[in-house]
């Protein structure tokens, strides 16, 4: 597609659930983001993927957190046990990996723990 | 932790005013990027100056970098209303991961 897609655009789901988030990268792209962004702050980096290289997973906040790539395009982040602070929006970009490289955003996938 | 802090936090002002809003960042840096969002969602790339540049313009836009602060500002100029929403400063270095500042939150009023 011509953007980066990401759904659900909203999630509601239950304390203890698990939720799966999905992100469509700009085709060609090779670097694929996510994020997090609670209310009215800022972005928070969660985990980038870059071609075939192991991530860089230094930004989950726990093991509860996880996230894939397949075949080097559509990305899931997942949510494991969910709970109430997991509430936020959460953002995916993808970008060229060349240098000066800018991103590219999803319009984010808005979660409400319950 | 987040690499760069904004200012102000909040901004209002009338149409047709210029709009500063400031960005200070904490280690080395090979380029610093200014977004916007609008609405809490997506982000919009606006800008780019690389660690060797120390200004640069696009449309309304102007974008000031002095790496011996580790600042940088952003101008708006003769903003409209369509102009309001928040602004982020996001800088990289020696990687593609960007590390966002805290936003400014910019108000235009008719």
């Known amino acids: 597609g011509a953007g980066v897609s990401q759904s659900p655009s909203n999630k509601v789901t239950e304390k203890g659930k698990d939720v799966e988030l999905r992100c469509d990268p700009i085709s060609g792209h090779t670097a694929l983001y996510w994020y997090r962004q609670s209310l009215g702050q800022g972005l928070e980096f969660l985990i980038y993927f870059q071609g075939n290289s192991a991530p860089d997973k230094s930004g989950l906040p726990s093991d509860r957190f996880s996230a894939e790539r397949t075949g080097g395009s559509v990305s899931t982040l997942t949510i494991q046990r969910t709970q109430q602070e997991d509430s936020a929006v959460y953002l995916c970009?993808?970008?060229?990996?060349?240098?000066?490289?800018?991103?590219?955003f999803g319009a984010g996938t808005r979660l409400s723990v319950l | 932790s987040q690499q760069g802090e904004e200012d102000p936090q909040a901004l209002s002002i009338q149409e047709g005013e210029n709009a500063t809003m400031n960005c200070s960042y904490k280690t080395s840096i090979n380029n610093l990027q200014w977004y916007r969002q609008n609405s809490g969602r997506g982000l919009v790339h606006l800008i780019l100056?690389?660690?060797?540049?120390r200004e640069k313009h696009s449309g309304r836009l102007r974008v000031t970098l002095d790496t011996s602060k580790k600042s940088s500002s952003l101008l708006i100029t003769a903003s409209r209303a369509a102009d309001t929403a928040s602004y982020f400063c996001a800088t990289t270095y020696n990687t593609d991961k960007l590390i966002f500042g805290t936003g400014t939150r910019l108000q235009v009023f008719p």
């Open positions: 100056i690389r660690s060797n540049e």
């Open positions: 970009a993808s970008s060229l990996w060349v240098a000066d490289t800018i991103q590219y």
